[in-house]
Every structure is written in C-alpha cells, then in structure tokens.
C-alpha cells in the first residue's frame, strides 16, 4: 500500500497531527502538542507520533533530548492524495467541479500571477487532452 493510501486511514487526530507536520515541515511531539485544537496529554502525543511512524508516516531523528518527526511522504503527492480525496468526496470525483468551487471562494480576486498561473495549467491540461 502507498503511503499517500495509508494517509487516508488515518484518525481524524493522526491526521491532524500530519496536518501539523506538513505545515511545518518537521516538528517535535511539544510542538504538535501546541498546535493541536484541544490537544491530549503530552504521553498520548508521543504515543500517536510513534503509532505513526509504526505506519510509516513518519521518520524521527534525535536532536539533544527531543525527537524531531517528519513526514515519509513528499508534500506535492500529499497534495495531490488529498484533492483527489476532496476532488472524489465532494466533487462528485469532477475536477472541474472543484476548481470552479475554489475560484467561487476566492473574494479578494486572483492576481495577474495567479491568473496566468491558471491559465497555464488549463493549456497544459488541453495538450494532454488533444
């Protein structure tokens, strides 16, 4: 099994906690524990932290006294597992869908940047089509 397919067996808190992992690139168990929405005791931190790197999820190196944890799997193709698990989910597995939701959000309007950002993956979508 993939590691982006075991992401999507998590808990709700183990994926939390991936969540605070990914946006911090590496984090120690006091760190998740400080970011996490009314967070357990410190022990069952470290115990999911070790659960989840028993899943492979997970590597940990020492530095001094703490174990800094980060994720086995590189952050584009979580990414991408998660809006293909949102896209499937909500979206009723359409792409489209979900990007025309994600423009509809949008309130402050995209910049020009943005724009053509956009715009360039809509041409390089229509050339893998042709």
Request: hydrophobic letters at 40%; charged letters at 20%; glycine letters at 4%.
């Amino acid at each position: 099994m993939k590691s982006t397919e075991i992401y999507h067996q998590l808990s709700r808190r183990e994926r939390q906690i991936m969540d605070i992992i990914f946006a911090h690139q590496q984090a120690s168990a006091q760190d998740v524990m400080t970011n996490l929405p009314n967070p357990p005791s410190y022990s069952a931190v470290r115990a999911m932290l070790s659960r989840l790197v028993n899943k492979g999820c997970l590597s940990f190196h020492q530095q001094g006294a703490k174990y800094i944890y980060e994720a086995t799997v590189d952050t584009d193709e979580a990414q991408q597992s998660a809006l293909k698990n949102i896209t499937k989910t909500f979206f009723n597995d359409s792409p489209a869908a979900a990007v025309c939701a994600l423009l509809g959000m949008e309130k402050a309007g995209l910049n020009e940047q943005e724009l053509q950002q956009i715009m360039d993956q809509l041409a390089a979508a229509k050339k893998r089509g042709e």
